[in-house]
Every structure is written in C-alpha cells, then in structure tokens.
C-alpha cells in the first residue's frame, strides 16, 4: 500500500519562506521517483518539482531558483523547501509518486502567500 502525506503549509507573508514535507510508507524505495505538484483554485494540477535517482532535480519555470526539492531516504521523506514566495505560489501542494505507471496522491496541504 503506497501512502504519502504531506506537511507543512500554511499562511505566509510575500518573501517568506516555507519547508513542506512528505512522508511516505514503507513501500516506496530510495529508486521511485517523487514529485509536488500544486493545483491553485480554478486551475489545472501542474508539476512544480521532481527528483530522480541519479538525476538533477526537475522544476517548473516559475519556481527555479527558489524552491529546492530534496530527499532523505532513510526517513522517507521528500522536502520541499520554497524561499521568495510570491502570492501566485497560493495553491494545495501534493505530494506524487509514479510507480510501474501508476501515480499515487497525498490529500495536500494548502499553502497561502498573503499580506
């Protein structure tokens, strides 16, 4: 059974900054890739940042340079640490994982940016 969830959002000021957290079960190794995607209301589910073994972390345009996806397999967890947060970072951010074709979802966690 592939469970992930997320932590970490909430309401930050514009600058700001915000470590999100994805922990995943056991079933998940060091080799699966692990992605955040955020969906802003109104809108489409879009990819924000991947990691791959043995690949250079992936980004979406809008967020390069100030969000750094990272990984620490012995505690199975995925990071999403985002620096310089702008109100058009305001969206529910999920946690994905893509395993023999098959993608598997947290429930998200909302971030707000917001003076």
């Known amino acids: 059974q592939v469970q992930l969830v997320e932590s970490g959002g909430g309401l930050v000021q514009p600058g700001g900054s915000l470590r999100l957290s994805c922990l995943a079960s056991?079933?998940?190794?060091?080799?699966?890739?692990m992605s955040w995607y955020r969906q802003a209301p109104g809108k489409e589910r879009v990819l924000v940042a991947r990691?791959?073994?043995?690949?250079?972390?992936d980004y979406a345009n809008s967020v390069m340079d100030r969000f750094a996806i990272s990984r620490d397999n012995a505690k199975k967890t995925v990071y999403l640490q985002m620096n310089s947060l702008k109100p058009a970072d305001t969206a529910v951010y999920y946690c994905n994982t893509r395993i023999s074709g098959v993608n598997y979802w947290g429930r998200g966690t909302l971030v707000t940016v917001s003076s």
């Open positions: 990691i791959r073994s043995g690949r250079d972390p």
């Open positions: 056991e079933t998940i190794f060091s080799s699966d890739p």
